[in-house]
């Protein structure tokens, strides 16, 4: 299996522009999340989906991030218009059924995509 | 707001002696835990886990042990080896699918 897959790895924009981030899940898992890292806060939970629904978005800053998963095998998360603040790496994740040797499902990461806006 | 936390930032050790990786967590409903290793421009990757109803959990070269009186978690790491350099993630599941991070410990193996 190729993991989780993210595009594009490294996003430069200027500010108000409208960026678009993609994930590509590990195939059969169920459940897809999107998390923002920066030095100052850490990892953090955006949003998650379930069997393509969004299940908790609470973790969304404000109006301007979006997430969609109009299908099992992809997910986007959109900001716009785009603020210096919003620069960070976006990590996509997914789990799935149990699998040998894990008491849970286990979240699988993506590479992530480093976001620059100026 | 609750959450889980690191005690240090930053861990040298020796090449070839154990390291010891702490996390103190806070919400008393937590009853899933993991450790992830994120190496240097990649994503998190999954270590070991455990739930709240075990005390010890363990892997290859990495034991998590759980103490729930005093909420608290470790990660060891047998051996530490240069590749182990890395920031290590403890991570919490209070009742929802979501995970709670810490802000990770940078592991630094001294040659």
């Known amino acids: 299996d190729a993991g989780v897959i993210q595009s594009p790895r490294h996003e430069v924009t200027e500010m108000g522009q409208e960026v678009t981030l993609r994930c590509k899940p590990i195939s059969g898992h169920d459940y897809l999340f999107w998390y923002r890292q920066t030095m100052m806060r850490g990892l953090e939970l955006l949003i998650y989906?379930?069997?393509?629904?969004?299940?908790?978005d609470s973790g969304m800053p404000e109006d301007r991030f979006s997430a969609k998963m109009p299908n099992a095998s992809f997910s986007t998360l959109k900001i716009q218009p785009s603020e210096p603040r919003d620069s960070a790496v976006y990590f996509c994740?997914?789990?799935?059924?149990?699998?040998?040797?894990?008491?849970?499902?286990?979240?699988?990461f993506g590479p992530g995509t480093r976001l620059t806006v100026l | 707001g609750e959450s889980v936390g690191l005690h240090l930032p930053t861990l040298s050790v020796q090449e070839g002696d154990n390291s010891i990786i702490n996390c103190a967590y806070s919400?008393?409903?937590?009853?899933?835990f993991i450790w992830y290793k994120q190496e240097s421009g990649k994503g998190p990757q999954f270590i070991i886990d455990i739930r709240s109803n075990m005390d010890k959990r363990q892997g290859q070269r990495v034991t998590v042990l759980l103490n729930k009186t005093v909420k608290h978690l470790s990660l060891q790491i047998a051996a530490t080896q240069p590749g182990d350099s890395a920031v290590y993630f403890c991570?919490?599941?209070?009742?929802?699918?979501?995970?709670?991070f810490g802000k990770g410990t940078h592991l630094i193996i001294q040659p």
């Open positions: 994740a997914s789990s799935g059924p149990l699998a040998s040797g894990r008491l849970l499902d286990t979240q699988y």
């Open positions: 919400n008393s409903a937590s009853d899933y």
């Open positions: 989906f379930n069997n393509n629904v969004p299940i908790d």
């Open positions: 991570a919490d599941r209070g009742g929802a699918d979501g995970l709670t």
